[in-house]
């Protein structure tokens, strides 16, 4: 039997108080249910890059520290990519920007799609995301979600009270990226 190909669920934010584990672990449980693709987070708090130290620019593919290679390593080793992240000023955050740019071919020609989420879904930070992904000439899937979280929606440390009734608006999108995903990979 072949392996099943595997997708990263990239958890794009390492805020101490972040709530994008959470996501990513729920938005890994529902879109796997059923796939025959295997989803699989991937934590940026633990991979840990540094502030971008290579001296040369990532396409030459010519790494001078271990942990790029290990990136590079880690990064080859999935078929596609489901990014989750917070908008933050209009934006993304630095910590998955960093950990783009340190590679290039690795990215080229995988499928990704991503989740975003803020007080208004993120939409100006899923704007700079796709620029980006197209850039890095990953294939981008049409069906993208963009998760609205009130302060109603947390408690007092800044949690998710009910990550699933707050997220269950976008399950039909996710299943949508899902079909696309195994679609992408498999024709």
């Given at each position: 039997m072949p392996a099943r190909q595997r997708i990263a669920v990239v958890i794009g934010s390492t805020r101490p108080t972040r709530i994008c584990a959470g996501i990513a672990a729920w938005a890994r449980d529902a879109i796997?249910?059923?796939s025959e693709l295997s989803y699989e987070l991937l934590d940026l708090a633990t991979v840990n890059l540094p502030f971008l130290d290579e001296p040369l620019k990532a396409?030459?593919?010519?790494?001078?520290?271990?942990?790029?290679?290990?990136?590079s390593e880690l990064v080859s080793s999935y078929d596609g990519f489901l990014f989750v992240?917070?908008?933050?000023?209009?934006?993304?955050?630095?910590?998955?920007?960093?950990?783009l740019d340190y590679l290039y071919q690795e990215w080229r020609d995988k499928p990704?799609?991503?989740?975003?989420y803020g007080t208004r879904g993120g939409s100006k930070a899923a704007e700079q995301f796709t620029t980006v992904l197209h850039g890095l000439h990953m294939r981008v899937l049409d069906d993208h979600v963009q998760a609205v979280i009130t302060d109603a929606d947390v408690d007092a440390d800044w949690?998710?009270?009910?990550?699933?009734?707050?997220?269950?608006?976008?399950?039909a999108r996710l299943a949508a990226i899902g079909a696309q995903m195994s679609r992408a990979l498999n024709g």
């Amino acid at each position: 039997m072949p392996a099943r190909q595997r997708i990263a669920v990239v958890i794009g934010s390492t805020r101490p108080t972040r709530i994008c584990a959470g996501i990513a672990a729920w938005a890994r449980d529902a879109i796997a249910d059923g796939s025959e693709l295997s989803y699989e987070l991937l934590d940026l708090a633990t991979v840990n890059l540094p502030f971008l130290d290579e001296p040369l620019k990532a396409a030459l593919h010519q790494y001078a520290h271990e942990h790029t290679r290990a990136w590079s390593e880690l990064v080859s080793s999935y078929d596609g990519f489901l990014f989750v992240f917070p908008q933050y000023n209009w934006g993304y955050p630095a910590v998955l920007k960093n950990a783009l740019d340190y590679l290039y071919q690795e990215w080229r020609d995988k499928p990704a799609s991503f989740i975003t989420y803020g007080t208004r879904g993120g939409s100006k930070a899923a704007e700079q995301f796709t620029t980006v992904l197209h850039g890095l000439h990953m294939r981008v899937l049409d069906d993208h979600v963009q998760a609205v979280i009130t302060d109603a929606d947390v408690d007092a440390d800044w949690q998710l009270k009910d990550v699933a009734a707050t997220l269950a608006p976008t399950a039909a999108r996710l299943a949508a990226i899902g079909a696309q995903m195994s679609r992408a990979l498999n024709g």
